[in-house]
């Protein structure tokens, strides 16, 4: 193992813990906020993909479609919540589990419908198409330290909105004592449908960001939606700290994992067994470091206020 592949692989895993926090923030919003466990999360992801690949044609650029994007999503989000998620809310998970699913294979097939089941592609933008050497030897791809240094942003700025402003205030309040603010005047179905469009919004931004690096197909978002619960119930629920701080966690361990753990295996034992083993711990790992996690601390690294 060189020092480059190492650099390159923690490069990677930040990159993947940066998709999976823009993922799980919204959700943990969601779940936190309204008490509803959304298995649709994940087509939000793969739908903002799809809307960025025809706002980028439609306007020929990146820069343009990516605004276009995110407000169809954020549409599609309102509505969304109007037709499905509203009716679910106070039901029971089980219910909601049920209905969200559905969701996923009407969304799946409309995607299907829309834009055909091959591959597409979002073209890089022509500004980012470069790489940047760190050190000798070492050039990454420019269009990856933006997607990570976008996500710290957007990190950032939604910890400032949800600790520092009214909006998060009133966010915080809703989520403990949705009927005292109620009476104090807020409409609360017009507060939680702002929250869903938002995660949604969120889950959109990851997956057109993740669009000119990775293929945009039906059922992109489903691998990406399961490591995004293991974000949320490692950083605990409704947190946004634990949901940042575990998807780089998640990230790392994961991309690492896949990368160096079948020679670090190889190093006790044979190369066969190893080459047989290494994979599959890969894959467990971070379910793993969940099961670990939740022993010493139930609610999670960073659980919000009870």
């Known amino acids: 193992m060189s020092l480059t592949l190492l650099l390159v692989q923690i490069l990677n895993g930040l990159q993947l813990g ?11 919003l969601v779940f936190g906020v309204m008490d509803v466990i959304n298995l649709a999360h994940g087509v939000q992801y793969m739908l903002g993909a799809y809307l960025m690949v025809t706002a980028t044609a439609l306007t020929g650029s990146f820069w343009l479609g990516l ?21 679910l809310y106070g039901r ?12 996923i294979l009407f969304v799946n097939e409309g995607v299907k419908m829309l834009w055909g089941s091959a591959p597409l592609a979002i073209p890089m933008p022509q500004a980012l198409a470069g790489s ?31 600790t520092r402003t009214r909006s998060g205030m009133l966010l915080r309040a809703g989520a403990t004592h949705a009927p005292m603010v109620s009476a ?6 017009a507060l939680f449908a702002r929250v869903f469009a938002f995660g949604a919004m969120l889950a959109a931004f990851a997956g057109a960001l993740a669009g000119p690096i990775l293929s945009v197909e039906p059922g992109m978002g489903d691998g990406l939606l399961i490591l995004a619960f293991v974000v949320i119930v490692i950083g605990g629920i409704g ?12 990230g790392l361990i994961d991309t690492l994992g896949r990368s160096f753990l079948t020679d670090g295996l ?33 609610r999670g690294l960073f659980p919000a206020p009870a």
């Open 184 to 189: 104090l005047g807020v409409d609360i179905a």
């Open 18 to 28: 940066i998709l999976l926090f823009l993922v799980a923030a919204g959700l943990t």
């Open 266 to 298: 190889k190093l006790v034992m044979s190369a066969s067994a190893a080459s047989a083993a290494g994979p599959a711990l890969a894959s467990m790992s971070v379910y793993l470091l969940m099961a670990l996690i939740l022993f010493f601390r139930p």
């Open 132 to 162: 940047v050497k760190l050190m000798d030897g070492l050039n990454y791809p420019l269009y990856r330290l933006v997607l990570i240094g976008a996500g710290l942003a957007v990190a950032g700025l939604l910890y400032v909105l949800v």
């Open 92 to 103: 029971d998970h089980l219910e909601q589990v049920l209905a969200t699913f559905g969701v």
């Open 239 to 250: 947190s946004i700290r634990g949901a940042f701080v575990a998807a780089l966690l998640v």
């Open 67 to 87: 605004p276009l994007a995110l407000a169809g999503a954020l549409l599609a989000g309102l509505v969304l919540e109007r037709l499905v998620i509203r009716p």
